[in-house]
């Protein structure tokens, strides 16, 4: 495995841990600065839902067509925010249990699905040359001019509430996460067992490298959701300090 595939795996587990950490940051921001103007906690929670509503629809059928398409048996399909305790669902898709991998494969389709659109989307707006590779070969100045005269096309804002909604509402829930509990514990027990038993490295790294372009093309689709989550989330910051309900 080259140099730049193990950069570009590791800048794509990095995005996705700061996706997830800005993803929750975000949901709370804006449910808090409705609260603040309205004074409703239902106003907020709709609002935010209406808000996010393409990429809650995108979560949940990612859900009941891994399901289907597994031999589940998805059953019922809802999208509505709804009380549970201190939580609120915003859809849910029942289907028998499959065991650890099968239910792990449900669970994390949103996040393959999402991220899957998310690159489709960056590559329409920003065109085929992954953000950065156009970083390493033109340098800060460059990319950034790129990067602004992408936001200044007519359909940016379209662009880019489409990728903010669907990256933000690919994040696995915590029943969604469950499965992969026993699930890690096997892979842990498979990558020893291949280590103690001596098999070749080099066609797994083989592999890595044969897919450091599509890792590439992710990484550029995320660092454009992380740049919108900063701005997003900044501008939820100022709304929160200038509207805080005072006693």
């Known amino acids: 495995m080259t140099n730049a595939t193990l950069l570009a795996l590791l800048l794509f587990g990095a995005s996705l841990l700061a996706l997830a950490w800005f993803s929750a940051r975000i949901s709370l921001g804006i449910q808090q600065a409705v609260y603040n103007l309205t004074g409703s906690i239902d106003y907020a929670?709709?609002?935010?839902?209406?808000?996010?509503?393409?990429g809650i629809v995108v979560h949940e059928a990612a859900h009941w067509v891994t399901a289907w398409i597994l031999g589940l048996h998805p059953g019922k399909f809802t999208v509505w925010p709804k009380?549970?305790?201190?939580?609120?669902?915003?859809?849910?898709?029942?289907a028998r249990s499959g065991g650890p991998l099968l239910d792990s494969m449900v669970g994390m389709a949103p996040?393959?699905?999402?991220?899957?659109l998310v690159a489709l989307m960056a590559r329409a707006w920003f065109g085929d040359t992954p953000l950065e590779q156009d970083f390493a070969a033109q340098g800060v100045g460059d990319w950034l001019a790129a990067l602004m005269a992408a936001f200044r096309q007519p359909d940016a804002t379209l662009w880019a509430w489409g990728i903010f909604v669907i990256a933000n509402g690919m994040m696995p829930s915590a029943p969604d996460r469950e499965p992969l509990k026993p699930l890690f514990v096997?892979?842990?027990?498979?990558?020893?067992?291949?280590?103690?038993?001596g098999l070749p490295l080099q066609p797994v790294g083989s592999l890595l490298d044969a897919s450091g372009?599509?890792?590439?093309?992710?990484?550029?689709?995320?660092?454009?959701?992380?740049?919108?989550?900063?701005?997003?989330?900044?501008?939820?910051?100022?709304?929160?300090?200038?509207?805080?309900?005072?006693?």
């Open 45 to 54: 929670i709709v609002v935010y839902f209406l808000l996010m509503l393409p």
């Open 213 to 247: 372009a599509l890792v590439m093309q992710l990484n550029s689709a995320f660092i454009v959701t992380l740049l919108l989550d900063i701005g997003v989330l900044a501008l939820l910051l100022i709304i929160a300090a200038l509207t805080t309900r005072r006693p």
């Open 83 to 94: 009380r549970r305790g201190r939580m609120v669902g915003l859809g849910s898709v029942t």
């Open 186 to 197: 096997y892979i842990a027990l498979a990558v020893l067992l291949y280590l103690l038993i």
């Open 111 to 116: 996040l393959f699905v999402g991220t899957l």
